[in-house]
């Protein structure tokens, strides 16, 4: 069932922020709530407003790839800021806002999230949830497009994503109330970002190294048609994955998609 008068009324009084979350718009049903949230890039008094909607019947992650947001199960969120960036930097505000969603689910989850890079969050190396930004212009205004989906109840996934995703539910053996993570996410986005406005992208990197497990293990990282193969180092200072590849060549890379190798 759609969020509720009464759920809306709970999550806005449970969210306390400056920016993100002063406006929270609650839909049934949209086909992608980034879609819906680029709207509002024409009026910059909109900046922070978050959709929230209980399914998308066109919901997507990285790469065009479709996100499974099947109905009263999931959280689908979007937000729009306009921070002072370079459309080149965009990728930092991944990083801020997969700092935020790991510290949230992590609030109530017994199994330990991680964050892989750059937007996913794994629960026992499957994953729970993931994360889309998009920068979108329109008639000279411009904003940043950030997109959160959290598998949260679900029990069961297509076939075809059975070995990569998972849920809160799945990895717990319980359900969960979907209202005080929805106030979690929200409450934490909103502080890694002022965090990152006030104190710039060292603090960002320092959470995000310390919530990711990715460093030390063997992947592959493909680009296009390109695929590397090597070790997981660090983070640089532009919060690029450092790679030492199998060919001995230490690389920093700004994308990519990443498969950890067993």
């Known amino acids: 069932m759609p969020y509720s008068g009464e759920q ?13 979350g002063r406006e929270i718009l609650t839909y049934d049903s949209v086909e992608s709530t980034n879609d819906l ?9 909109r900046e922070g407003t978050v959709i929230l909607a209980d399914s998308q019947t066109r919901g997507r992650g990285r790469l065009g790839k479709s996100w499974h947001s099947e109905k009263d199960l999931g959280i689908y969120l979007s937000t729009m800021i ?6 080149e930097n965009m990728p930092q505000i991944t990083m801020v806002a997969g700092v935020a969603v790991v510290q949230a689910i992590n609030q109530f989850s017994q ?17 729970v949830a993931g994360i889309l930004t998009e920068n979108h212009q329109d008639h000279g205004h411009s904003g940043i497009i950030i997109g959160i989906g959290v598998n949260v109840n679900h029990s069961r996934f297509p076939i075809p994503l059975q070995h990569l995703a998972t849920s809160l539910a799945m990895e717990n053996g319980q359900s969960f109330d979907r ?8 409450t934490q986005l909103d502080s890694e970002y002022r965090s990152f406005l006030d104190h710039g992208l060292p603090s960002t990197l320092h959470q995000w190294s310390q919530n990711s497990e990715i460093f030390g293990l063997h992947l592959s990282l493909t680009q296009g048609d390109v695929t590397h193969t090597g070790t997981a180092i660090n983070l640089d200072e532009r919060g690029r994955l450092v790679v030492l590849l199998d060919t001995g060549e230490e690389r920093a890379f700004d994308s990519g998609e990443v498969t950890l190798i067993s």
């Open 8 to 20: 809306q009324q709970w999550i806005r009084s449970h969210v306390n922020t400056d920016l993100i």
């Open 111 to 127: 199994e330990r999230a991680h964050l892989k890079w750059p937007n996913d969050i794994l629960l026992n190396q499957k994953k």
């Open 37 to 45: 949230a680029k709207s509002l890039v024409t009026d910059w008094n």
């Open 179 to 186: 209202l005080p993570l929805i106030a979690a996410l929200i």
């Open 82 to 87: 306009m921070p002072e960036l370079p459309p």
